[in-house]
């Protein structure tokens, strides 16, 4: 089933430029709300990895505010395209599960607004870990799709039984489905935010901030 859902979003991803023009208007119609959620000292003057830059939107706007030197890496050829045009040559195409960059290399790693479209969420955490320096940030922010009312509600009682046993394993809806469950067309991953924290607390993150009613989470190396 995940190795399915890899292959429509990788497809989605590769041949659907509206969505990545999209994405950058939606980023500065939503800039100041957006830009709100990230903890500014770590991005302030740091070197940072935006894994899943889109249109490098986001990027741009942290390497022109707050003087990040920002290195973004995104699935589609389309995105990257549009980024190095409009901002900047700093990014790279990369799956996020084999990140192109050696070990103890970022201050800083942000997640916005991705995590719910990653298939295999432990293997890019692990990627995220090798990467990240000693002592540095893995900021994530993704809305939490239990809240959503498409969500089946068997899927909300399996995550919060899930929840009290004390599991970690992940569950999916179906991507690029009409009408899918979660509302979003290009997510999969139902994004509990007690799992994400168990899976990063397994794989040595720890975790500094947090906020259950969205999937908002700080965690340090």
Partial sequence: MKHEYKQALTKYYTTDTQYFENLDKHFYKNEKQYVSKLPRKAFEGKLVLEAGCGSGAM??????????????VDLSLFGLTMAHKKYSPHFAQ??????PF???TFDTILLFDVLEHVVYPQAVFKEFHRVLKKGGYLVIIS????FNPRVPVSTKIWELLDTLSGSSEFRYVAPLVDGCACGDQEATLITNPVKVMRCLSNIGFVIVRKNRVRCNLIAKK
């Fill in 59 to 72: 990027a741009n706007w942290l390497e022109k505010n707050w003087n990040a030197s920002v290195v973004g």
């Fill in 94 to 99: 990369s799956d996020l599960e084999q990140i």
């Fill in 102 to 104: 050696k070990g103890n």
């Fill in 143 to 146: 809305p939490n799709l239990i």
